[in-house]
């Protein structure tokens, strides 16, 4: 299996300055503040986003057609503040997300929420938004702001659609790739646009990026989706908690699509009874699992992964090309 360690391989150097960059900017003089930003920073994850901005900025700009030194930087402050808006407002929405859903945890760690209430993790969100907003507003990159900006009312609407759709209980096809693109995938799809804008690449690079980022991040979705139903994956979350929530996701959507009305009926009356029955819990994973649920979402997931990988396909061989299709593979791949 594809590890991050070597997709990031070529932009090492980078992602050390980048991490530094970050702890440059978010910091307070305040104690409680300054807690939260720690706990925040040092929590970050995987760190995807800020990776692929740094990549397909590599891969964009026309200054990078040089051979790929090892320990060299390959990306400017400005493909960095880039990176670091996205990951602010990525770090934003889960932090949102969290209070949302009463989270207690986050990548195996305590949430903010958890460790220090609701109304103080929502404020810590505000104020990562507004700080990062700042910086790029004071360092005068408007087209930057204005270019990732607009995802951050995207994020809402998802969210609020998915509220929607959970309490009526009537999620469709079409509705789940909807909520998946707005609550995932434009974020992602703004990522790899973001790293070709940061180092003004042409337009077409730019529109071709976007593409390229939409289609990882539908995947990047569904595959957590199908990891929801998997008692094994290691993703820091307990399993089947979509449907201790009441949600509707591709593997579920699968199997009741092959149902009769009756059937549907049955299972959505299963579905709501997960919040506080463990058994129905149980039932739904199984009959999930049984039916091909999962099999059939991974089809779905692969084919936007073929979808960001024909998109790679059409620049020339380089080791950021090379890292970018590795980060397709491990997103089908992944367990966690």
Request: with cysteine; hydrophobic share 40%; charged share 25%.
């Amino acid at each position: 299996m594809v590890s991050l360690e070597s997709i990031r391989t070529p932009i090492l150097a980078d992602l050390e300055a980048f991490d530094e960059f970050v702890r440059q900017h978010f910091s307070s003089d305040g104690r409680l503040l300054s807690e939260m930003l720690t706990h925040v920073l040092s929590s970050r994850g995987k760190g995807v986003r800020p990776m692929i901005v740094m990549l397909t900025s590599a891969l964009t700009s026309s200054a990078n057609n040089r051979q790929w030194v090892e320990g060299e930087r390959n990306c400017t402050m400005r493909t960095y503040l880039a990176a670091m808006m996205i990951e602010m407002l990525h770090t934003t929405s889960l932090i949102h997300d969290d209070v949302i859903d009463n989270s207690d945890q986050r990548r195996g760690r305590p949430s903010v929420n958890a460790l220090w209430q609701s109304r103080n993790a929502v404020v810590l969100g505000d104020y990562l938004l507004a700080r990062t907003m700042s910086l790029g507003m004071e360092s005068a990159q408007y087209d930057l702001v204005s270019h990732i900006i607009g995802s951050v009312a995207t994020l809402c609407e998802g969210e609020v659609l998915q509220s929607q759709h959970t309490a009526d209980q009537d999620t469709t096809r079409q509705d789940y790739l909807e909520i998946i693109y707005k609550k995932t995938a434009s974020l992602i799809s703004i990522s790899a646009s973001a790293g070709a804008v940061s180092v003004m690449a042409a337009r077409e690079d730019v529109e071709r990026m976007r593409r390229f980022g939409e289609a990882l991040g539908m995947a990047f979705q569904i595959q957590d989706d199908i990891l929801d139903y998997s008692r094994s994956a290691h993703t820091g979350k307990p399993s089947n908690n979509d449907l201790r929530e009441g949600k509707i996701t591709l593997p579920l959507i699968e199997v009741l699509e092959q149902c009769s009305s009756a059937e549907r009926l049955q299972l959505l009356d299963k579905l709501k009874q997960c919040k506080t029955d463990e058994s129905a819990v149980d039932f739904l994973q199984g009959v999930v699992e049984a039916t091909g649920g999962t099999a059939l979402a991974a089809r779905s997931m692969q084919k936007y992964v073929n979808r960001a990988s024909s998109i790679l396909a059409e620049y020339d061989d380089s080791p950021y090309r090379t890292a970018l299709m590795n980060l397709c593979a491990y997103v089908a791949e992944r367990d966690r």
